[in-house]
């Protein structure tokens, strides 16, 4: 199993970005969307916990493409870290089947806009995730190779986000909520 290191930092705009990458030379670039959808067993949720299993449609201008990831719990780090291990799936809808018949539910399910960029070693993504906001995510083979990106972007000395965007969403799905209840008169 792979070990995932990666920094997230939240931006006004991605457009900046996009430039300095273009201007390194980064490879890549071109826009995607994605659909992920996380599911937990009956009894465990996965969001939330430090462990989840996600199912991913990948819209890509060409064709569509399904990922099938698991993502272990995190390790004491600068970055968030830990085990992943993912494979590509031929059928998006016999992969649903197969999870339900194991027992699984989905729980989240959220889309995101991205483009995918490399450099020095490093994958640069540029996500616009509705309505969270935008945010360029570093995954990279060390710290060290993660932190060189974070000085070429000029995103140096800012804020990592440790949160998936999964537990975010469902942080914000839960505010929505209990701020709607608490706006209800009581009749």
């Not at 009894?43 to 299993?53: K, N, Y």
Request: overall charge neutral; proline content about 5%; hydrophobic content about 35%.
């Amino acid at each position: 199993m792979k070990h995932e290191i990666e920094a997230k930092i939240k931006v006004d705009s991605l457009a900046p970005y996009e430039a300095l990458l273009k201007n390194l030379g980064a490879a890549g670039g071109s826009p995607i969307r994605e659909i992920d959808t996380y599911y937990a067993s009956r009894t465990h949720t996965s969001i939330g916990s430090d462990c989840a299993l996600r199912l991913r449609k990948v819209l890509h201008p060409d064709g569509e493409k399904y990922i099938l990831t698991y993502k272990g719990p995190r390790s004491s780090s600068l970055f968030k870290s830990r085990p992943e291990a993912q494979t590509e799936l031929a059928d998006y809808q016999a992969a649903q089947s197969i999870l339900s018949a194991l027992g699984l539910t989905a729980q989240l399910t959220f889309e995101k806009m991205r483009s995918v960029w490399t450099l020095d070693k490093c994958e640069i993504c540029l996500d616009d995730v509705p309505p969270l906001g935008q945010f360029v995510e570093i995954e990279g083979p060390d710290e060290a190779a993660i932190n060189a990106i974070l000085s070429k972007l000029h995103l140096d000395g800012k804020y990592h986000i440790s949160e998936g965007y999964s537990k975010m969403m469902a942080q914000l799905m839960n505010e929505c909520k209990q701020k709607n209840s608490s706006a209800r008169p009581n009749l």
